[in-house]
């Protein structure tokens, strides 16, 4: 109470639910710690929040990445240099993530210092509800500072050596596993020992099946793949992309279908799903009633008309209800609707101006390629007699008539910030929009389509701060339209990117495409005739790809290029990168 009567100059007068809401986001924040000392005893403390004083052993426990130090959200209502312009103001409401986040390493610090004898890391593998974890990058900045190593698999405990030490079933047959591993290199009464043990589970059924398994994760049987995979399979774009990153990935999610806990939340907005469906659903609204996007521009091209700001608020209303609609009295949902409105007013002005200084014509919204529909799948026959359809969804498709031809540029909606390559494309990493433009020329091969481009458009809720929504200086407006600048692969043809783009050539820095003058001799562009080898190279790999699905091919291969074992749910059953 007393920070929000600070920050309001005891001016305003409020209701009692908004009090209810304030008081429960600041006593939330909130933490209160007492631990009254003894002489023996063990201190079991967040250290996030709390200092060590001197001690002989320190446990370091739950060391993964998110936790320790604990991951600190950026404010709803302030953003870190809104914080601090307060608190030069001497109006201090709360810490920044930084401070925060610094607090955290500082009591790690003070920790390490204060320790006397031993310090024991713990670092598990995965949650107690199986999800996977990552180790701390505290660990490795540990390894690097300290000049030591953590070996061997987390989960690892003791090993009992002498077979005398044994007392249950479980903890002799794991010592059997451990010394058939290393047979060739043991004494030769220890290999008595080993081959003795190995005759006592061989007698038992719930052992001896074990000890015949044979570890095989090269490709599944035929008998499997032909119940799998028909002679005509359906597959996406994304699905083939994950299979290059890690075949045994693929197959958990897409074959086993082994999906992650889900944890039950009530009313959560994805907001890069929702900025989306906005996005798509405004330009829809447009298209329908036949309204140019330069249309809705105010004539000094500074923001859009009102009558449309309108619609747009009423769509993001009408999306936020569906989703949030029993937070509707809370501050955060004010404050959110807020935030999300400014913001896509932001993309929705980014987007009309892209169009008001370029000749490219919006074609279509949420082109489907599927059976039954105007675009049908992309066919490959994988091999003989087996075809792969390639199913997928473009979000958006900008046609140029010039010359009596058809150039064609497929652009599509990330809610992070995301490149594009060549080399990844050819390693079939990055395999989305290529296949999309290819399908999209085999679609209409009447209309005598040229490639001009395939590009990423960044939807974030990140573009700018909460401040920042209320002022329009030169500084924020470059800023965003660096964030908001579409990037990608374009066509070698300075006539044709004038035409993407009016402002390229006379003010770049104006410019809504992200191709710099030395850029558009290097890898991010090509010839017309380069553009049409790589949608037949394109085609290749998919042929490859669906060709090693088909044929049962899972292997535990992750593609070290992308490091997605950093991020992978099946980590802990693959255990290819569980060494730390």
């Known amino acids: 109470l007393e920070y929000y009567l600070e920050v309001s100059n005891n001016k305003e007068k409020i209701t009692i639910d908004e009090f209810n809401n304030i008081f429960e986001l600041v006593v939330k924040d909130i933490k209160i710690k007492t631990l009254p000392p003894t002489k023996d005893q063990i201190e079991l403390v967040d250290i996030n929040v709390s200092k060590i004083e ?18 600190v959200d950026e404010d709803i209502f302030f953003t870190d240099d809104e914080l601090e312009k307060l608190k030069a103001k001497e109006i201090d409401i709360r810490e920044t993530t930084i401070s925060k986040l610094n607090m955290g390493f500082y009591n790690i610090y003070e920790a390490l210092n204060n320790i006397s004898e031993k310090l024991y890391i713990n670092i598990p593998s995965a949650t107690l509800d199986g999800k996977s974890t990552r180790k701390s990058s505290f660990i490795t900045l ?17 090993e009992v050596d002498n077979i005398y030490d044994i007392y249950s079933k479980d903890e002799l047959f794991m010592w059997l596993i451990r010394n058939i591993r290393n047979f060739d290199n043991l004494a030769d009464a220890k290999k008595e020992e080993v081959i003795s043990v190995y005759e006592y589970f061989k007698k038992d059924n719930n052992y001896s099946k074990i000890l015949e398994f044979k570890k095989d994760d090269s ?19 994304s699905k083939l992309e994950l299979y290059k990153k890690c075949p045994f990935s693929y197959f958990m999610q897409y074959i086993l279908k082994v999906n992650p806990n889900k944890e039950a939340k009530v009313n959560v907005l994805e907001l890069g799903s929702f900025m989306h469906d906005v996005l798509e659903n405004f330009s829809k609204l447009l298209m329908t009633k036949e309204i140019k996007w330069q249309a809705i521009l105010t004539e000094d091209l500074e923001g859009i008309k009102t009558e449309y700001e309108e619609i747009l608020e009423e769509i993001i209303s009408d999306s936020i209800e569906n989703n949030l609609s ?10 959110l609707k807020r935030k999300l409105v400014n913001t896509m007013k932001k993309v929705i002005h980014t987007v009309a101006l892209s169009y008001n200084q370029n000749e490219f014509e919006p074609f279509r919204y949420e082109i489907e390629f599927k059976d039954g529909s105007a675009f049908l799948p992309m066919e490959i026959e994988v091999e003989k007699g087996k075809i792969m359809k390639l199913i997928g969804k473009i979000d958006r498709v900008d046609m140029l008539e010039h010359n009596g031809e058809n150039y064609v540029r497929v ?20 395999l989305q929009l290529i296949t999309y433009l290819t399908a999209f020329m085999e679609n209409r091969k009447e209309m005598n389509i040229k490639p001009a481009g395939m590009l990423y458009f960044n939807l974030s809720d990140k573009l700018v701060s909460l401040a920042q929504y209320e002022q329009d200086n030169e500084n924020i407006k470059k800023a965003l339209m660096k964030k908001l600048k579409m990037n990608g692969i374009f066509v070698k043809n300075l006539e044709i990117i004038n035409k993407m783009d009016r402002n390229y050539e006379k003010d ?16 991010r562009t090509l010839e017309e005739s380069e553009f049409e080898k790589l949608c037949d190279t394109t085609k290749e790999i998919l042929k490859q790809i669906g060709r090693d699905i088909s044929s049962g091919i899972v292997k535990i291969a992750p593609n070290k290029k992308e490091k997605y074992c950093q991020f992978c749910n099946y980590s802990t059953t693959c255990r290819k990168n569980i060494e730390v």
């Not at 995301?418 to 990844?424: C, P, T, V, W």
């Not at 770049?508 to 890898?523: A, M, Q, V």
């Open 54 to 71: 001197a001690k002989k052993y320190v446990f370091f426990i739950g060391v993964v990445e998110g936790k320790f130090p604990k991951k």
């Open 142 to 158: 540990l390894e690097q500072i300290a000049n030591f190593k953590i070996k061997g698999e987390v989960t690892k405990t003791e």
């Open 219 to 237: 490709k599944l049987s035929n008998e499997v793949t032909d119940i799998v995979y028909s002679n005509e399979f359906k597959t996406s774009v």
């Open 326 to 335: 029993k937070q509707k009295q809370s501050v955060r949902y004010m404050v």
């Open 411 to 430: 652009v599509d909606y990330k809610s992070s910030s995301k490149d594009l390559s060549i080399e990844n494309i050819k390693e079939g990493l990055s």
């Open 508 to 523: 770049n820095s104006n410019s809504l495409i992200n191709l710099s003058k030395r850029s558009f001799e290097g890898k």
